[in-house]
Structures are given as C-alpha cells and as structure tokens.
C-alpha cells in the first residue's frame, strides 16, 4: 500500500498542541478566547488539521492572516472563519486580538457547511449579535450549571444555522475527489458504527475497493479507515461513561458489544485506562469545574 509522506507529516491536535484527547473526559464543545491559546505560541500557528472537530473563529478585534488548504487570506475585526473537519489551517493573529474560537466534535450533528467560510459580518445588529452568542457560550461553558450540556448543544446550533444561513449562495471553494470521499466515509460511520461495520462494508457502500478507502483515509487523515473506525466507537464510549450512569456492561451493549469483557479490554487497550479508571478521572474532573 503506498502512503503520502507529505499528508501524514501535517500535524492532527485535538486542540492546538494537544495530539490525544484519551486521556481528557469528552466535552460537548471547547470554547475560548482567542488569546487564551494564542499567547502560548507567540499568537502563531502552524499548519495543522483536526479530524474529528470543527473550528469557529469570531474576531472582534485585531486580525492576522489565516492559510487554508495552502491559500492565504487575510482578515481584519468583525470576521467569521468557519474551518471544517479534516482542513488543513494555520493562523497568524495580530497580537492584542480579540474574539473566540468554538471547537465543535463532528459527531455533534449541527448544520454546518463542508466548505470553510471567511465571513466579514456587517451590518448594525450582526456583529453584537454573534459576540452576545459566543460570549453566552463561553460562560456556560465555564460554569457547571444544570442542563450545562443541553445549553451548550442549543448554542452551537443557534451558531451554525447562522453560519449556514450566511453562506447560503456563497461560492464554496475548490473541492477535490478523497475529500468528498471522506466526508460520505464520516457519514457512514455516524449511521454505522454501532453496527460493527468493517473496512470492505464501508467500501462496498461508497462503490471503491477498501484499498483506495484507506489510502484516501492516510491521505487525509494520516490514519487507515480501520482506525477511524475504531476511534469514533470509542468516543462514544468515552462520552457515555463520562456523562451517563450506564453501568459498563450497558454501555458495551449499547455500541454493539456482545461480550462487555471485550468491549472493556478493547476500551483499555485504546484509552489506556479501564472503563471504571476513565469514569473515575471523569467525575473528579467534572467537580473540579468551578460552580455558576
């Protein structure tokens, strides 16, 4: 099987600087400013993708210059920039800038386009609008509240049908082939991951041999499709017993598992914690979250 070197040196965070998120409970979103992170590197970040999470930038002051896919552009105060999953991005802000920036998992079915949008929102009402959202999102985010999930879920749909909304007629830019492969490959594996489907199954539904399916992936994702399989069966069981009550054995059942022994020694093996260990580091990061 022939890999692309080039593909697979380009970085893959969770967050920026973060390569594993197996070791931190799952969250229904990230929100924070943008000079939270930015200062750490200088306000400067290098080309990278997310393969699992959308990113949202809302600047309300200041700018930079932000690359995608290769293609550099500029923005100033006011800007939206909406990067999907699987984009490859670096930002270059201008120090002192303001905004936020919204990390979304693509499992969160949300509205969104599969394009990225650099947005200059005018008008009177627009730019106060979106800062009152985002500025909402980021103190529910920071505060556990009841119903905190819930919240942050109806937030981020409010902000994607407003994304989706502005860049209804826009022309989208070039597309290629493995990265429209990819994303009918992700909607498979939201319908189908339950269902224990393999790498030739997900082939045979998308019409290509499971070779061409795990290189496209590699290309990508610096990942074979096995592996991302893989990955987002054990983020839903990292969400479950992070936010649930289910006992182990229920949540094995409900991803598909007929044998709960298996699920929790394959969880073990991906997550390097026990089911119960995972749990457990869960529920003390959860208190340690200041009180609203």
């Known amino acids: 099987m022939r890999h692309c070197p080039a593909a697979v040196r380009i970085p893959s965070f969770d967050l920026y600087g973060e390569t594993s998120a197996w070791q931190r409970p799952p969250d ?91 947005l200059k929102v005018t008008g009177p009402a627009d730019p106060a609008m979106l800062s009152g959202i985002l500025a909402t999102m980021a103190d529910e985010h920071d505060h556990d509240r009841p119903g905190r999930a819930e919240m942050l879920a109806a937030q981020a749909t409010i902000l994607a049908v407003w994304i989706l909304r502005a860049s209804h007629g826009r022309e989208p830019p070039r597309d290629s082939a493995r990265r429209r492969l990819m994303r009918r490959f992700t909607r498979l594996v939201e319908e189908h991951y339950r269902d224990h489907w393999q790498v030739e199954q997900y082939a045979a539904a998308l019409a290509v041999t499971p070779t061409h399916l795990t290189r496209v992936c590699r290309m990508v994702t610096g990942k074979a499709a096995s592996t991302l399989i893989q990955d987002r069966l054990m983020l839903e069981a990292r969400r479950l017993l992070a936010h649930t009550g289910l006992r182990v054995s229920q949540i094995a059942h409900e991803l598909g598992f007929a044998d709960p022994a298996y699920f929790t020694r394959l969880f073990t093996a991906r997550v390097r914690q026990t089911p119960t260990a995972f749990r457990a580091a869960a529920a003390r990061r959860l208190q340690a979250v200041e009180p609203g």
């Open 28 to 118: 229904v979103l990230h929100c924070e400013s943008i000079a939270a992170r930015s200062r750490l590197y200088d306000w400067s970040f290098v080309a990278h993708r997310h393969d699992a999470l959308h990113q949202i930038f809302w600047v309300t002051k200041g700018g930079g210059r932000v690359t995608i896919d290769g293609s550099p552009h500029g923005f100033g105060p006011a800007t939206l920039i909406f990067i999907p999953r699987l984009t490859v991005h670096g930002f270059t802000f201008t120090p002192g800038t303001t905004g936020w920036v919204v990390t979304i998992p693509a499992s969160l079915a949300l509205p969104l386009p599969e394009t990225p949008l650099i």
